[in-house]
């Protein structure tokens, strides 16, 4: 899709040498993808807590017998 964006060009600039692409594209895409994994890593880890499971991690680490 494309988008026009009015982004600071130092700001592109330092992202582009950070993450080493020449592409500007490149660099807002994995941008974005980071971001988005961030709050999503940010969000599991509230959820800390909040659920209880009930499993027996040493049986269901045990292979099944043949």
Do not use: C, N, W, Y
Request: aromatic share 2%; hydrophobic share 35%; no cysteine.
């Amino acid at each position: 899709m494309r988008t026009t964006l009015d982004v600071p060009d130092g700001l592109i600039e330092e992202a582009q040498r950070i993450l080493g692409f020449k592409s500007k594209t490149d660099t807002v895409v994995l941008s974005l993808r980071e971001l988005i994994r961030r709050k999503r890593v940010d969000e599991l880890k509230e959820l800390m807590g909040a659920i209880t499971l009930d499993v027996d991690t040493a049986r269901s680490r045990r292979r099944p017998r043949r």
